[in-house]
Nanobody, 123 residues
């Protein structure tokens, strides 16, 4: 499956962005989906994941209550709504697809990765 992430950009602290990730090549609804991020000099960090059906979600501690993951299986797209953004949210954000219907937060559980989209939050 091929993944294409979009929606990144420059935003002021307190603002919002919505990332999108569109999949092609396989049956999108078979895959659990996740978002990860990586800031310069830091390890890749789990942000959020959603089950293949969309009925189950999970978030990293640093984004709970501010970010929301959702998916539209008819459009082969997963979204990440990011609110109340902070400078420490600055990173390249990656979407990922897992053969597991309910993948966990470990990046090793994901089989396919998008190219990443830059999010920069200014103070």
């Amino acid at each position: 499956v091929q993944l294409q992430a979009s929606g990144g950009g420059l935003v002021q602290a307190g603002g919002s962005l919505r990332l999108s990730c569109t999949a092609s090549g396989r049956t999108f609804s078979d895959y659990g989906m996740g978002w990860f991020r990586q800031a310069p000099g830091k390890e890749r960090e789990f942000v959020a994941r959603i089950s293949s059906s969309g009925g189950s979600t999970n978030y990293g501690d640093s984004v709970k209550g501010r970010f929301a993951i959702s998916r539209d299986n008819a459009k082969n797209t997963v979204y990440l709504q990011m609110n109340s953004l902070k400078p420490e949210d600055t990173a390249v954000y990656y979407c990922a697809a897992s053969h597991l219907g309910v993948p966990g937060p470990a990046s090793s559980r994901y089989n396919y990765w998008g190219q990443g989209t830059q999010v920069t939050v200014s103070s």
